[in-house]
């Protein structure tokens, strides 16, 4: 076995960078112990020099690099960033059809391990996994494998990891899998649901491929079987009235998706979608506790703002920490700021005043300077906070 301390790695890494042709014999005599100093004492990565591992696996095929890697320990040492980036490059070397080793799933999954691994995530190494991931087409080829992870379900455990590599790549250009969105398994649906949501956001193209599950995921909506799917079916929604407003418009008239009741949608949708396919809502709505993330919603659009109908005792009405959203939405355009304390000018009178909150503090310092902004002055001066 090699020496392998910190002094005698950096002697190697300069010989192989004058002389590449002596990289694939010092390889198969390096790694293994490299990767025992490693396994046996995780401090003992710092003796190893960033950039030795690529140029020592540089001439290996995958197949080689195997010979002399367990499974096992290629896990470790993609956890490992001056290992990481010599073993990333021997997974995106991999051909399609060497997926259907054993071996070659055994380094897919240490690679999705990481993926669902929040202290990986910090280390900002994800994009250029999920990219390697990619060029492996881990979506078209990996999928009809045996169980990624041990615990949970098969379909969990791929959907968490193709939802990360959705939202982080944000350039996925593989086949994907669709599956129904219902499950008897909520955890399962929720992933799903999620699944779907980042998918039409990431691909809109493949909207139309979807239908099935847009179909399952109103009909789930409209029966509220499971409360919990609520937030990411409307993300469905959502991202649908984004990436194909007509497709969620032709799937809102069939199964009234969108309507007075449903107050959180109507506070997430887009509302250039409202004012094009819906400018009916709005005047039926009614400012209440429960209405007003809508209202904050609507009023951000100008031709919608004209919509709302309110009073000046239903506003009043309202707790401080509601009234402030809904002002700042309504004056954070100058035309609609105008329009709003014109009509509102009375109501308006205290709000600026000191509470102590900090969070309410902040809320009015955003009123105050959207009222700047667009030139307009209450007529009374806000009393400043003694205490400060």
């Known amino acids: 076995m090699p020496n392998v301390d910190e002094e005698s790695l950096n002697s190697l890494l300069a010989r192989l960078t004058s002389y590449p042709e002596e990289r694939h014999a ?3 005599q390096y790694m293994p112990a490299i990767l025992d100093l490693v396994s046996s004492d995780p401090s003992g990565v710092d003796a190893v020099p960033e950039g030795l591992v690529p140029i020592l696996l540089e001439e290996c095929s995958l197949q080689e690099v195997l010979q002399f890697i367990p499974p096992q320990m290629f896990e470790l040492g993609l956890q490992m960033p001056t290992l990481q980036g010599g073993l990333l490059d021997q997974l995106a070397k991999a051909a399609s059809p060497d997926l259907e080793n054993i071996e070659i799933t055994n380094l897919i999954q240490a690679a999705l391990f990481l993926l669902t691994d929040p202290s990986f995530h910090s280390v900002g190494k994800v994009e250029k996994l999920a990219e390697r991931l ?11 494998f045996e169980p990624l992870f041990s615990g949970g379900s098969v379909l969990q455990s791929r ?13 996925l250009k593989t086949e994907f899998a669709i599956w129904p969105l219902k499950s008897a398994d909520v955890l399962d649906s929720l992933v799903r649901a999620e699944y779907y949501a980042n998918l039409i956001q990431a691909s809109p193209p493949v909207v139309h491929l979807l239908d099935g599950v847009l179909h399952d995921a109103a009909k789930l909506f409209k029966s509220q079987i499971e409360p919990l799917l609520t937030n990411p079916l409307e993300q469905i929604f959502v991202n649908l009235a984004r990436a194909d407003p007509q497709a969620f418009s032709d799937l809102d008239k069939r199964y009234k998706i969108t309507d007075v009741d449903t107050v959180t949608l109507l506070a997430r949708l887009p509302p250039v979608y409202i004012r094009t396919y819906h400018s009916d809502l709005p005047g039926q709505l009614v400012l209440s506790s429960r209405t007003v993330p809508a209202f904050c919603n609507l009023a951000t659009d100008d031709s919608l703002f004209d919509l709302l109908q309110f009073t000046s005792s239903q506003l ?59 030139g307009i002055s209450l007529g009374f001066t806000r009393v400043t906070d003694s205490t400060k």
């Open 26 to 28: 010092a390889a198969k």
């Open 134 to 144: 990619n060029q492996l087409k881990v979506l078209q080829d990996f999928i009809p």
């Open 316 to 374: 009043s009405g309202l707790s401080l920490d509601m009234r402030l959203p809904l002002m700042i939405a309504c004056t954070n355009d100058r035309k609609t700021a105008q329009r709003f304390v014109g009509r509102f000018h009375r109501t308006m009178q205290g709000v600026l005043e000191p509470s102590g909150v900090p969070d309410i503090a902040a809320m009015q310092n955003q009123l105050e300077f959207n009222l700047r902004k667009a």
């Open 159 to 171: 959907l968490m990891a193709l939802n990360i590599l959705l939202t982080r790549s944000g350039n």
